[in-house]
């Protein structure tokens, strides 16, 4: 088991396990398409997006812009 890979389990659970659409990983410390999903479904939470299974144009767009745009 991977005590980084668990933290990052259990941190996204808690943070985006509240929000529409979020789908939670297993919290079991393997490092896996599950908790990738699911951080990849969560961080789209931040910027406001739908969840989805990728990130699209709003998401890359979001990301690509530098603080002193905002």
């Known amino acids: ?3 980084e890979v668990l933290e ?3 941190w996204v659970n808690e ?4 929000v529409p659409g979020y789908q939670g990983c297993p919290e079991d410390g393997r490092a896996g398409w599950d908790t990738r999903w699911s951080r990849t479904i969560g961080l ?23 603080p002193s745009e905002e």
């Not at 943070?15 to 509240?18: A, M, R």
């Not at 299974?53 to 690509?64: N, S, T």
Request: glycine letters at 18%; charged letters at 20%; a negative charge.
């Open 8 to 10: 990052t389990q259990e």
């Open 1 to 3: 088991m991977g005590e």
């Open 44 to 66: 789209q939470h931040e910027p406001g997006s739908s969840p989805a299974a990728d990130f699209g144009p709003g998401i890359l767009a979001a990301v690509d812009r530098s």
């Open 15 to 18: 943070t985006y396990g509240g």
